[in-house]
C-alpha cells in the first residue's frame, strides 16, 4: 500500500473519529520511526504516554515474544505468573494494596469510580453517591467516565450521562469546597490535567482536598494515567505531593505500548470489591503483564527517574532558550509549551510535515517522549521545533 491508499483506506473503512495527520509509521527504535515512505520522525508523542521505553526496546520485545510463545491468554477465572509478579511490584512500588487490571485508562477509572461507591455503600447506604472532579479534567471516553471528565464540550450528544458527579475549580480551595457537601463519597484528580493544558495542581490545593476527603471519610482518587508509571520523575506523581491516595489509576505508560490499566486499592478500599462485583476478560492478560513487567525492569532500577528528571529540565531549559516560547509547565518528560503566538494544532502538524511527531492539549503544544529516549534525539527534535516556531 503506498500512502494515498491508506489514507482512502482510512476515509473509506475507518469510522471517522480522528482527525490524523498525514504520517503513517511503519517501525522504529527508541524515539525514532520510519515513515511508508522512508521519512525519519522523532517521536515526542510516545503514542501519548505509552511507549515508555519507546520503539522495539530489547527487553520489551524479548518478554511480549516469549510470553506470546509460552501462552497468550488464558481466563481470569485462573492464576498467571506475569499477573501476580506484575501485581507484587506494583503494590511494592506505590505502597498501594491490591491491584484490579483492567484494559485502559477509561476502564481503570470505571473501576476506581465503582469501587468508590460501593465503598460508601457499604458503610452509610444509598445516596451518598457524588463524586467531585475538577474542571478542565479527562478521565476517559465512557459514558461515566465522560461524565467524571469536567469540560462541557465532552457532556454532548450521548444523553442520558451517568449521574452523581460534581465539579469543582483546580487551585482554588475557597471556590472548590462549595462542590463539597455530605453526599460525596470521594474526590477524583489528575496531579496534573494532561489534556486539559498540562496544568499542575498546587501542593497546597491538593492537601487541602486530601485533608477534606480523610475528615469526611471521603475517598481521595488519584487518575495516574498520564502521569503514572515514572513519566513526571517519580513512579507516581502522587510521590511529588506528599500523599497518600485511596485509588490510583494507571494505564497509558504502564504497558510500554500494549493495552493495560490498573486500579490501585490502598488500606481503605483493598476489600472493598468481592467476587463477582468487577471483572474483564482481558484485563491483566498474560502478553500484556509481560510487557509491563519489562516496563517496570527498567522504570524501577536504580537511577532510572533522576535521568528522566534530567532529561525534562534538559528539554525545558532548550524550550525556554526559544523567543516564540512563553512557558514551559509540567514536569519530567510531561510538557506543555506555551507559545507567545501561534495555534497549537498548526505547529504540530508542520512539525509532522519536518519530522517532528508532537501533541497538543488545549492551545499548549504537548511532549510526552519515551523515557529512555536519548539526548541526541532530543536534541534533534528541539532544533525541528524550534525552526517550525520561528519560520512562522
Ligand atoms: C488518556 C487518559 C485517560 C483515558 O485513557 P484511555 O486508555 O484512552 O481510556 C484517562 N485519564 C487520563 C488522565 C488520561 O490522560
Not at 97 to 109: C, D, I, L, P
Not at 130 to 140: A, C, D, E, P, W
Not at 285 to 292: D, F, K, L, R, T
Amino acid at each position: 500500500m503506498d500512502f494515498e491508499t491508506v489514507r482512502q483506506t482510512d476515509r473509506d473503512c475507518i469510522a471517522g473519529t480522528y482527525r490524523r495527520y498525514d504520517v503513517c509509521p511503519v517501525q522504529g527504535k527508541n524515539a525514532t520511526c520510519t515513515g511508508l515512505e522512508g521519512q525519519t520522525y522523532v517521536d515526542f508523542t510516545s503514542g501519548i504516554g505509552v511507549n515508555s521505553l519507546g520503539f522495539a526496546d530489547e527487553r520489551f520485545v524479548r518478554a511480549v515474544s516469549e510470553q506470546a510463545a509460552k501462552l497468550a491468554h488464558i481466563s481470569n477465572l485462573f492464576y498467571t505468573l506475569p499477573q501476580e509478579t506484575l501485581a507484587k511490584r506494583l503494590t511494592e512500588a506505590t505502597g498501594m494494596q491490591k491491584v484490579f487490571f483492567a484494559n485502559s485508562g477509561a476502564e481503570a477509572n470505571e473501576g476506581a469510580i465503582k469501587a468508590a461507591r460501593k465503598y460508601s455503600f457499604d458503610r452509610y447506604g444509598r445516596g451518598r453517591d457524588k463524586i467531585v472532579t475538577l474542571r478542565n479534567s479527562f478521565h476517559g471516553r465512557t459514558v461515566t467516565t465522560l461524565s467524571a471528565t469536567g469540560q462541557d464540550a465532552f457532556h454532548d450528544y450521548f444523553f442520558p450521562f451517568t449521574e452523581g458527579f460534581g465539579y469543582m475549580p483546580a487551585n482554588d480551595w475557597p471556590a472548590a469546597q462549595q462542590a463539597l457537601d455530605g453526599t460525596v463519597c470521594a474526590v477524583l484528580l489528575e496531579l496534573i490535567q494532561g489534556e486539559g493544558g498540562v496544568v499542575p495542581l498546587e501542593r497546597d490545593f491538593v492537601r487541602q482536598v486530601a485533608g477534606w476527603c480523610a475528615q469526611n471519610d471521603a475517598l481521595l482518587l488519584i487518575d495516574e494515567v498520564q502521569t503514572g508509571a515514572g513519566r513526571t520523575g517519580k513512579f507516581l506523581c502522587a510521590e511529588h505531593y506528599g500523599i497518600q491516595p485511596d485509588i490510583v489509576t494507571m494505564a497509558k505508560g504502564l504497558g510500554g505500548g500494549l493495552p493495560i490499566g490498573a486500579v490501585l486499592f490502598g488500606p481503605k478500599t483493598a476489600g472493598v470489591l468481592g467476587p463477582g462485583q468487577h471483572g474483564t476478560t482481558f484485563g491483566g492478560n498474560p502478553v500484556c503483564c509481560a510487557g509491563a513487567n519489562a516496563v517496570l525492569d527498567a522504570v524501577l532500577a536504580p537511577g532510572f527517574m533522576e535521568q528522566v528528571s534530567e532529561k525534562g529540565a534538559y528539554l525545558r531549559g532548550k524550550l525556554l532558550e526559544m523567543d516564540e516560547v512563553a512557558e514551559v509547565r509540567g514536569l519530567g518528560l510531561m510538557l506543555g509549551v506555551v507559545l507567545k503566538g501561534g495555534d497549537s494544532a498548526e505547529v504540530v502538524k508542520a512539525c509532522a510535515e519536518n519530522g517532528l511527531l508532537a501533541l497538543t492539549a488545549k492551545s499548549l503544544v504537548r511532549f510526552l517522549p519515551p523515557l529512555t529516549i536519548s539526548y541526541e534525539e532530543l536534541n534533534q527534535g528541539v532544533s525541528i521545533f524550534s525552526r517550525v516556531v520561528s519560520r512562522r
